[in-house]
């Protein structure tokens, strides 16, 4: 049962269950959570990236990408693209049955939010001023200082830091971008983070729900995938592998 795709989709469940159930413990209706604040929602993004890594890693993937634009890079970075075909569509399952778990996790709280934005922004991102130029900006910066980041963390310059710290720093860095770049576009930083769950979005029997917001949705999957890239070719220039 261990493998690396079952440890991609079972981590990036993980992610995403604990991603998207702090944004809906924040904005919906009732929840003891209610108006706790971006702080709260940073915090927990990071520590679910966290116990992500912790589970991919533990059922299969020695790698715990959790996001397409991350398995690119890397991928741009050694010249072997093989990975993708395994670990894209697991993380894109894993974040659609995570979201569809918030769903689930939050049933009686959906009949009480009468706003659709905020039941929409459990699931997915959206720009808090719609630009797209700058949004794209947005999702390609965020997504380019992971990469970096990423690689950075666990590159061979830093030889006195073990796998465990590793991956919290790996949350640390995300909270940082959370808290430094998130406010423009919610940061997906990750295409199966936004489109898986808008996926649950627009197929679950949600009560009170509107439109899934498709004609945004390219943006948080092109934008990331294009700072991945990037990223990814930087690293091949300076870190031949």
Do not use: C
């Amino acid at each position: 049962m261990l493998s690396p795709f079952f440890g991609e989709f079972l981590g990036t469940f993980t992610l995403i269950l604990l991603g998207d159930g702090v944004v809906a413990g924040v904005l919906l209706e009732k929840s003891k959570a209610k108006d706790s604040g971006w702080m709260v929602i940073t915090s927990a993004w990071a520590f679910a990236v966290i116990m992500g890594i912790f589970v991919s890693k533990a059922f299969g993937s020695p790698d715990a990408h959790l996001n397409p634009a991350i398995t690119l890079a890397f991928a741009v970075q050694s010249g072997d693209y093989s990975k993708i075909l395994t670990y894209v569509p697991a993380q894109l399952l894993g974040a659609f049955f995570g979201a569809s778990a918030v769903y689930l996790h939050y049933l009686p709280h959906w009949k009480e939010t009468k706003d659709r934005g905020k039941i929409l922004a459990v699931f997915s991102t959206d720009p808090a001023i719609e630009h797209k130029s700058s949004n794209f900006i947005s999702e390609f910066l965020g997504t380019f200082v992971l990469v970096l980041g990423v690689y950075s963390i666990f590159s061979p310059q830093i030889t006195d830091l073990t796998t465990p710290m590793g991956i919290l720093s790996v949350g640390i860095l995300v909270w940082s971008i959370g808290l430094s770049m998130g406010g423009t576009t919610g940061y997906a930083i990750n295409p199966a983070r936004d489109l898986g769950p808008r996926l649950a979005h627009s197929i679950l029997p949600i009560p009170n729900k509107g439109p899934s917001g498709w004609q945004y949705a390219w943006l948080p999957i092109v934008a990331p995938l294009a700072g991945g890239a990037l990223g990814g070719f930087l690293l091949k220039v300076f870190f031949e592998p």
